[in-house]
């Protein structure tokens, strides 16, 4: 079963709005990370943002942040006031304690930020 | 800046050349990984290593070696190179630990002709 689910494979949004993309995830490790990474058309894979399983507060890292529902398993990114520069693949991923040093990725969304 | 060095942005080889992709890391990271990136089949886990001179499979090994004989070094080595591993080459390293993410190299586009 996919561990990592992301419903939208392409999604599109107008400069300067917020724009959500979506991830689900699926775990019985009570310890856990979760992670977006950005990655332009360039190829290169850019941190944006962590949560962790025990964290009570959502995580902020400037225009993004993480929408974390632990209970639905989900922890959906959230742009504010998206850029041209925001166009790229995104990729949610988590890590689990119990079960090695491995990331699981989900499949990515693309997104594309219209003028 | 701490950063994964990727040996190569861009690499052509010939059908049944030995191919060495090399990474860097200059973090002190025990654990460095080698991904594959194909379009509609996501990033792929083919070799993975926690430790000097130790290595594990990842999700797609055949046709893959890897050496790791210093901790900054992970070696990628495609024994006799083909056609279907044409593909994007991601290098990553990290900390153990569910909160510590990866870093990741900029990615060798590999191009067997």
């Known amino acids: 079963a996919q561990k990592i689910t992301q419903t939208q494979p392409g999604m599109f949004v107008q400069e300067k709005e917020a724009v959500t993309l979506d991830c689900t995830y699926d775990?019985?490790?009570?310890?856990?990370?979760l992670f977006w990474y950005k990655q332009p058309s360039s190829g290169e894979m850019i941190f944006l943002i962590y949560?962790?399983?025990?964290?009570?507060q959502n995580a902020t890292e400037g225009r993004y942040s993480l929408n974390f529902q632990k209970a639905r398993k989900s922890a959906n990114l959230v742009i504010s006031a998206s850029q041209l520069g925001d166009s790229a693949m995104y990729f949610c991923a988590m890590r689990e304690r119990n079960y090695g040093q491995n990331f699981v990725f989900g499949p990515g969304t693309r997104l594309s930020v219209l003028p | 800046d701490v950063k994964v060095t990727q040996s190569s942005r861009y690499l052509v080889k010939r059908t049944g050349e030995k191919v060495f992709l090399e990474c860097v890391q200059d973090m002190d990271h025990e654990n460095m990984f080698w991904y594959r990136q194909d379009p509609g089949l996501g990033l792929r886990l083919i070799y993975f290593?926690?430790?000097?001179?130790?290595?594990e499979k990842g999700d797609i090994p055949e046709g893959y070696s890897v050496s790791r004989e210093k901790k900054e070094r992970f070696s990628l080595i495609l024994e006799s190179a083909s056609t279907n591993q044409t593909s994007m080459y991601l290098c990553?390293?990290?900390?153990?630990?569910?909160?510590?993410?990866?870093?990741f190299g900029s990615g060798t586009r590999l191009t067997v002709v």
């Open positions: 775990t019985s490790d009570q310890s856990y990370g």
């Open positions: 949560q962790g399983s025990y964290d009570e």
């Open positions: 290593s926690y430790d000097v001179k130790m290595k």
């Open positions: 990553a390293s990290s900390r153990t630990g569910a909160n510590y993410g990866y870093t």
